[in-house]
Structure formats: C-alpha cells, structure tokens
C-alpha cells in the first residue's frame, strides 16, 4: 500500500486494441489526432469546456508534461510555489530544473490543501503556482469557490497556474472541477496513469495555454520526440471503457470506506478523508516521530509497506504516514488486518 498505482490494469480492450496493432503496423513517432480530439472531448463531457485539439500536447505521462511545462513556460531561477504536503516530484523537479521551489504550509485547517488566503501572504511573488485537487499524498479536493478564489488571487500576482488533474475521474463525493473553468490560461497537466489504469503504457498530456502550443512542440520534439504510439492506440480505445473504469473505482471506494472506518478505531483519528484519488494521509504521531523508521518495521513485521510522510512533507512528515488504497479488496483487508495487529503491539509516545 505504498506505490501511488492501480493494481488494475488498462481495460481489456484497450489491451486487445494494442496486440492487434503490434501485429499490423512497426510504429512510428507519431501524435494522434484522434486521441487529442478525444481528450478535448473529454472536457465537454466532464466540464462543459470547449477546447480546440490543437492545444492538445501528448506526453510520455504526466512526469515529462511537468518537466516540459516548466521549461518551456518558466525560466531559471523563476519561483514556483506548491503546498506541502505535496507531490515529492514537484520539489524535486522544479529544483533540479534550475527553478526554486517555494513550499506553502498546509495543516488540517484546510484539510491539508492549498486557498487563496496562501497565495496572498506569500512574502516574495512567484512566477508559478502548482495546485492539486485531487492531490497527493491527501487526496483531499479544492471545492469550486476557493479554486476561483485560488485563480483570481494568481491571477492578480501575476502568478500562472500549472493544474496537476491526473486524479480526475477518481473522485468519491463530487466530481473534480478543471482549473480551466475558472482561468482558461491554466497550464493542465493529466495522465493515462490513474483512472484509465495504464501507469507503465507512459502516456499523459497537457492542455497548453494559448499561444503557447507552438513552443511546447518544440520543446517536446527536442527532448522527448513523441509518446509510444501503441500507448496512444490503446489509450483511445480505453476512454471509452468507462463501465470497466468505474468498478476500478468501486473498489477503491470501498477500499477507503475500510480504512476509514478502521484506522480511527486504532488510535489514528486526525485524517482528512480523502474526497479522490487513493490515498489516507495519517497522524501517527501516538505512535512515533520517525515516519520512516515507523514504515521499515511495519514492512520487517509484516510485509506491508505504507509510504513515510517525510518523502512529502520534509518539516511535518515525520508524524504522518500515507496509505495506498489502489490495491484490491482482499489486499485491502489482509492489510488492515496486518497493521491492526502490529499497531496494537506498538507503544504509545503520547
């Protein structure tokens, strides 16, 4: 219950859609044009958004789309700001780029999420602003008010939004809105990875601002030429598997019904239920100060291995664990039933 995937797999005829090409044609660079006509298909279906394909730019997941955002559209030395707990990638990534990563503090107050009221005492401005709803390691959501408040106040820094939707689709109590709706000029970054269930197919995308289109092409030609192009046949064929797609998500919302309900009768009650993705972000600060050594025992005593806060949150981490409910049913349970015994046989710092 560590790694942040699904244990499902693309659709069964998104595989099939695969094979078949394997047999019939040796690949090429290629972008397809009726997959990007059908991802902006996907925003009027999911948000009433009328986006031109064209803007449309596929990636080799969501990982290059973040790389080739932040070089094409940022430059060295530009700040760019993201809430902790976060994404580890996004610290790493923007640092390793040449930009400065910027860490806003997040606490239970806003369920561990990001509002417009920290953008606005931000010290020194920043040049981007990554956001995250559903987000990783929480899987707590923005709702539609503060993600206007979050644009306008972006918006009046000067700010650019750079939107991380690759949870979209696996949300639990409302659908996710699109930063789009509320600033067209959002740089969208999105993925094949998590609801379509395809995580080694390596296959994602952006939704360039406008006038941008052209220089994300070329940056995008230099470094990564183009995504797998089996990925792309399968990938079209799975967005519209949608009845396999949401028993995938059935069972993760089932899964996270089981965790809620057993991890507070642990001792582990400070929780922000998670409105998508597949994660629990959980205190356990009862029980240690060390995430990380928390997690290698778990994992030498039982074989499971849950992910230590510290690896998203390098202040507060050390109290916080994240579960992966992206895992079958049964594991799921087999899971709680390890960790409860091994809790209980734990003691209590506090």
């Known amino acids: 219950m560590e790694f942040g995937q699904p244990s499902t797999g693309a659709p069964p005829r998104a595989i099939a859609a695969a094979q078949r090409r394997l047999e019939s044609e040796p690949g090429a660079y290629w972008e397809s044009p009726p997959l990007r006509a059908r991802i902006s298909r996907l925003y009027a279906e999911r948000h009433g958004l009328t986006i031109d394909s064209d803007r ?38 923007i640092a390793a780029l040449g930009r400065t990563p910027v860490e806003i503090e997040a606490g239970p107050d806003t369920r561990f999420q990001l509002a417009a009221s920290h953008i606005e005492t931000l010290d020194e401005p920043v040049s981007g602003l990554i956001v995250a709803s559903p987000a990783n390691p929480t899987g707590t959501m923005i709702d539609k008010a503060e993600l206007a408040a979050i644009a306008a106040a972006a918006r009046a820094k000067g ?41 080694g ?42 009845d396999v797609l949401e028993q995938y998500r059935e069972t993760y919302r089932r899964n996270r019904a089981l965790l809620l309900d057993a991890l507070p009768q642990l001792g582990l009650s400070e929780i922000a239920p998670p409105d998508g993705a597949f994660y629990i972000w959980a205190n356990v600060s009862a029980f240690t100060d060390d995430s990380l050594d928390f997690c290698r025992r778990l994992l030498v005593d039982t074989g499971l291995t849950i992910a230590p806060g510290i690896d998203f949150d390098p202040v507060n981490g050390n109290r916080f664990v994240r579960f992966s409910f992206a895992v079958s049913e049964s594991e799921t349970r087999d899971a709680i039933e390890r960790f409860s015994t091994w809790l209980r046989g734990q003691p209590r710092i506090s």
């Open 56 to 93: 449309i730019v596929l990636t080799c997941g969501a990982s290059p789309a973040l790389v080739l955002a932040l070089t094409a559209l940022f430059s060295p030395g530009d700040r760019i700001a993201f809430v902790r707990p976060g994404y580890v990638a996004y610290r790493n990534t």
């Open 159 to 199: 700010t650019r939004i750079i939107s991380d939707e690759i949870y979209h689709g696996l949300t639990y109590v409302e659908p996710a809105h699109s930063m789009l709706e509320f600033d067209p000029g959002a740089i969208i970054i999105n993925s094949f990875s998590k609801y379509f269930s395809m995580v």
């Open 201 to 242: 197919w390596r296959l994602g995308w952006i939704v360039a601002p406008p006038g941008t289109t052209d220089r994300l092409r070329a940056y995008i030609g230099n470094m990564f030429l183009t995504p797998p192009t089996l990925s792309q046949h399968a990938g079209l064929v799975a967005m519209d598997e949608i």
